[in-house]
């Protein structure tokens, strides 16, 4: 009679515990699906109360030692890259391991619609420097520049980058680069039909300042002459003294250009090696072996399950500047994940990674930001 008894407890008890488990895995959903040892989920900003979505962010480490995560925060009751948002700040003193638990607010509501996807960028005098996008309507979204001498306590007042053209211009978060030259460099796509309303085709340039932003010069339009899909470039200073663009494209393939004159000019748009959905894709220089960090949607189509979705969200490593990679893993794999707009910061023997992790089921896609914590030294393995 002992024993039948002791076998019933123990039984209730393993039930107690499975339906806690699938009860966390309802409620938190694919976060506590991650078993991949190389990486850590530090911080997922969850929408709540009068904040449906939380998104598109970018890191940047202070002088005290302190790291600043910067985001999207969206109020009232949509979750449309138009509703309203405002930028809010979380911070990590141990290099990203734990976070702050309450925002601070960065920069309020400007834009008659929203501010959005921010850049944050340490700048060759010291100072630092923050770009979004001040959004107006369909037909006025324009990327704008603040200044912080103070370790971002205090910013500038806002400046525009581009005041040649009129439309809505998008610059991703974390796209903005400064070359060894000091020249600051973006990307951006330009959504504008010829008759001025806001299109999917977007056409690409590159916007350079030589004199930190005070002033910025345009490029003439990437080359496109396939006409390409072509949306969000992003940036990236090679070895050899040329910039390489990356583009969210069309064709199954993330697309290239090349410039040999510092972001003047732009060679004909080209496929990479990299198989993508229609998702942007970024990559950054890894300090400490000087080789490229790729973060993209390595999905090629060929699985009707999750054809043209954002997912897995995928790493790998470049030792020839982009021309072939390898140490290819996924950090994210749930065929129903929703994985895009990375941000990623290096801090010592760690790289951090921000995006957008939500979920196609939930249809909770952009409203959900996730800040992932791996270890160099094992992604080489």
């Not at 991650?34 to 990486?39: C, G, L, M, N």
């Not at 138009?82 to 509501?109: E, M």
């Not at 944050?120 to 001498?149: H, V, W």
Request: charged share 20%.
């Amino acid at each position: 009679m002992v024993y039948r008894l002791s076998s019933i407890h123990n039984f209730l008890i393993t039930m107690t515990k499975l339906i806690f488990c699938t009860l966390l895995l309802l409620t938190f959903g694919t976060v506590w699906a991650q078993t991949d040892p190389v990486s850590s989920v530090a911080l997922q900003l969850n929408p709540g109360d009068d904040n449906p979505r939380n998104s598109e962010g970018d890191f940047i480490t202070l002088k005290d030692g302190r790291i600043l995560f910067v985001y999207s925060h969206y109020t009232g009751g949509s979750t449309s890259d138009h509703a309203p948002a405002h930028l809010a700040g979380r911070f990590s003193k141990d290099g990203g391991k734990t976070w702050t638990d309450q925002d601070q607010l960065i920069v309020a509501r400007e834009g008659d619609m929203n501010v959005m996807s921010v850049s944050l960028l340490r700048l060759q005098n010291g100072k630092i420097a923050l770009f979004y996008l001040k959004k107006n309507s369909e037909q006025d979204c324009i990327p704008q520049m603040r200044i912080s001498t103070d370790e971002a306590k205090t910013w500038s007042a806002p400046m525009p980058c581009i005041t040649d053209k009129a439309g809505y211009f998008v610059l991703n978060n974390n796209r903005v680069i400064q070359l060894k030259n000091g020249r600051l460099l973006m990307a951006v796509a330009q959504h504008q039909s010829p008759g001025g309303k806001w299109q999917n085709q977007a056409t690409l340039f590159s916007y350079f300042s030589d004199d930190n932003g005070a002033t910025w010069k345009s490029s003439p339009a990437v080359p496109n002459p396939e006409n390409v899909l072509t949306q969000e470039p992003g940036v990236i200073e090679l070895k050899d003294g040329r910039v390489m663009m990356i583009i969210r494209a069309g064709g199954g393939f993330q697309q290239l250009s090349y410039s040999s004159d510092k972001g003047q000019t732009w060679s004909p748009i080209e496929p990479s090696t990299l198989h993508s959905p229609v998702s942007p894709a970024t990559i950054a220089r890894i300090p400490s072996t000087g080789d490229l960090l790729v973060v993209w949607n390595n999905n090629d189509g060929s699985n009707p399950e999750i054809r043209n979705a954002r997912t897995p969200l995928t790493v790998a490593i470049s030792k020839d500047e982009g021309k072939t990679w390898q140490h290819i893993r996924n950090i994210e794999s749930d065929p129903q994940g929703w994985y895009c707009y990375i941000a990623i910061h290096f801090v010592k023997k760690d790289v951090l990674l921000s995006y957008c992790a939500g979920n196609r089921i939930q249809k909770n896609h952009l409203s959900i930001t996730r800040i992932n914590r791996l270890n160099l030294a094992k992604l080489y393995q």
